[in-house]
């Protein structure tokens, strides 16, 4: 496996590529759930790219920047292991320059939800990915289902400015206990753990609900928040795939989100319905 530090390397590196570049961009601290990205990457193209970067501009003061899980030994392992062909890990001053353009996602789905909370998250992320996604000039892009919103912002991004690369949505992994894995799961002692249980669990009363027929968001909402008591509660929301506000769930079209923290750690989770 290639370790590519500077944007020099990669953009030398992925020169040599002739075939399909499948590219999976991460923050590093590993789990089942990059893995399974990664693993679809390598079976779907001839060449896997990897990045692991903690980009600053997603972050608010405020927000875990600085303490952000660092694996880095483990990772390079992991991504070894699953057969990656080059793992790409720059500094923040290959990346960022002082006086670039910005990106400003759409305020209509970026302010709502995760940015209601997070202002201006969504045009770090996609200032970054779109630096990735030209520098590696990737065939395909493995992103995760698990952030739905930043998910529909980088298609939409994609689309909109004409990006020659293809998102591939990738489904949400679980631990055994129906926890989504996040690296963020690291700061969760074993009773936190316990209770964060409770975000999955609040999905599966959502999707019980409706195998019996209930389609009201509001009576869905109701249940999941009884469930999603002892957490502080973010928020409990069912939208329609493109993020709009619904009062009827569409089979097939919608989205059931939530957001909570437990003790300090903020999670989210969803499900596709
Ligand atoms: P991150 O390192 O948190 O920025 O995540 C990198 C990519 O992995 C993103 O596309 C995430 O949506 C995806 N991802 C994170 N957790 C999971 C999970 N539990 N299942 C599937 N994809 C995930």
Same mark, same amino acid.
């Given at each position: 496996m290639k370790i590519l530090q500077t944007t020099e390397e990669l953009i030398n590196y992925r020169k040599t590529l002739?075939?399909?570049?499948? %590219?999976v961009p991460t923050m590093g601290a590993l789990h089942q759930g990059h893995i399974s990205l990664i693993k679809t990457s390598i079976s779907n193209n001839q060449n896997t790219i990897v990045s692991i970067f903690v980009?600053?501009?997603? %972050?608010?003061?405020?927000e875990d920047f600085t303490t952000y899980p660092n694996r880095y030994q483990a990772d390079l392992k992991i991504c070894e292991l699953a057969g990656v062909d080059a793992l790409f890990i720059p500094n923040i001053d290959d990346i960022y320059f002082k006086n670039e353009p910005s990106i400003i996602a759409p305020m209509k789905q970026s302010y709502i939800l $995760?940015?209601?909370?997070?202002?201006?998250?969504f045009d770090g992320v996609l200032q970054v990915v779109l630096k990735l996604l030209n520098l590696t000039k990737a065939t395909n892009a493995y992103f995760g289902k698990k952030d739905a919103q930043q998910l529909f912002l980088i298609q939409n991004m994609v689309k909109t400015l004409f990006i020659d690369t293809n998102i591939v949505p990738c489904e949400i992994i679980r631990d055994e206990n129906g926890l989504?894995? +996040? +690296?963020?799961?690291?700061?969760? +002692?074993?009773? $936190?753990?316990?209770k964060a249980l409770n975000i999955s669990k609040s999905l599966k009363i959502a999707s019980k609900e409706m195998i019996k027929g209930e389609l009201n968001v509001e009576v869905i909402k109701e249940k999941m928040s009884e469930i999603l008591s002892e957490l502080q509660i973010e928020y409990i929301e069912i939208t329609n795939r493109k993020f709009e506000k619904i009062e009827k769930i569409i089979l097939k079209d919608s989205i059931v989100l939530v957001a909570a923290k437990v003790g300090t750690t903020r999670l989210i989770d969803n499900m596709w319905v």
């Open positions: 002739k075939q399909d570049t499948g %590219f980009n600053p501009t997603q %972050f608010l003061e405020g $995760e940015g209601e909370r997070r202002p201006k998250h989504a894995l +996040s +690296s963020r799961n690291t700061y969760l +002692s074993d009773a $936190e753990k316990q």
